[in-house]
Nanobody
Framework: QVQLVESGGQLVQAGGSLRLSCAAS????????AGWFRQVPGKEREFVAV????????TYADLTKGRFTISRDNTRNMVYLQMNNLEPDDTAVYYC????????????????WGQGTQVTVSS
């Protein structure tokens, strides 16, 4: 019912900034939680940030809060992740996710996933 396509991932120097975008399709998207996860080869996909359907609340992983900002525009079915002060450890494939539950801070709670966009932070 919901399709997600991420974009914006690229090579960035440490300390730089990057904005990821997620384009969603499906009438129900505006009623879903939307968030971002990331995954490094050999590591489990980890939670980054999530935002409520009406942007009433946002939750961030401990290591990202303060540097990253999640936002959404339901009129355009878009979700964004603004990443500042990037570090080499931020290198990962970033996935947009959507879920019908009121909580989506683990990958098991997500119902839909994008294909991912590669973010590489160089030293």
């Amino acid at each position: 019912q919901v399709q997600l396509v991420e974009s914006g991932g690229q090579l960035v120097q440490a300390g730089g900034s990057l904005r990821l975008s997620c384009a969603a399709s499906g009438r129900a998207f505006s009623h879903y939680m939307a968030g971002w996860f990331r995954q490094v080869p050999g590591k489990e996909r980890e939670f980054v940030a999530v935002i409520g359907w009406n942007s009433r609340s946002a939750t961030y992983a401990d290591l990202t809060k303060g540097r990253f900002t999640i936002s959404r525009d339901n009129t355009r079915n878009m979700v964004y992740l603004q990443m500042n002060n990037l570090e080499p450890d931020d290198t990962a494939v970033y996935y947009c996710a959507a879920g019908a539950l009121v909580q989506m801070t683990s990958r098991q709670e997500a119902d839909y996933w994008g294909q991912g966009t590669q973010v590489t932070v160089s030293s």
